[in-house]
């Protein structure tokens, strides 16, 4: 299977793009159906400067945020600096924080992209070091899966390509000066 994927590896791309958005429609559809009081901000829209999966930073920035113009943010599992990114909008509008996630192929693209410091570790209630697992990305979502290995699916870890190592935990101001 492993092999299957990687080979339409460029065929599948659009695939997953109608997938998402299908999925998204249908996510909405459910939520509306059960909470027909709920406002549904959309998550994407190509002449806003929002960069979230799902709208968490337009949703923070219009309905919570609303007027504030500059902040600390904590952006905890932050991943990918930009794509998918919590925290890209607020820190363009002049915003300062700290990102956290124990995946390492995001550091040196953290420093490279962005000036909030990247802590590259888990935030945790107690001090710790944990096992991470990090699957490795051919479509652009698998890193997405990556977790503590208690807490990993087992049929992806037999049949997706990972690595497996350890991780600093603890809470924010372990890991911050």
């Known amino acids: 299977m ?20 299908w999925k998204n429609w249908a996510d909405g559809r459910i939520v509306r159906q059960h909470y027909p009081d709920v406002d549904i901000v959309p ?19 219009e309905a919570v945020m609303e007027g504030a113009t500059t902040g600390v943010f904590v952006d905890i599992g932050c991943n990918h600096p930009v794509q ?5 909008f607020f820190e363009q509008q002049g915003w300062t924080g700290y990102a956290f996630d124990p995946i390492q192929r995001f550091a ?31 479509y652009g979502w698998e890193h997405q899966l990556s977790s503590f290995k208690d807490f990993v699916d ?11 190592y350890i991780v600093n935990a603890g809470p924010v101001s372990h890991h911050c000066p």
């Open 2 to 21: 492993r092999r299957l994927l990687h080979k339409y590896r460029n065929l599948a791309q659009p695939v997953f793009s109608v997938y998402g958005r």
């Open 43 to 61: 998550s994407r829209d190509p002449e806003a400067p929002y960069a979230s999966q799902h709208g968490q930073d337009r949703y923070l920035a």
């Open 154 to 164: 087992p049929a992806h870890l037999s049949s997706m390509p990972h690595t497996s």
């Open 108 to 138: 040196d693209l953290w420093r490279e992209k962005r000036s909030t410091p990247f802590i590259n570790a888990a935030v945790a209630e107690t001090v710790d070091k944990l096992e991470f697992v990090e699957f490795e990305t051919h």
């Open 84 to 88: 998918g990114s919590n925290s890209w």
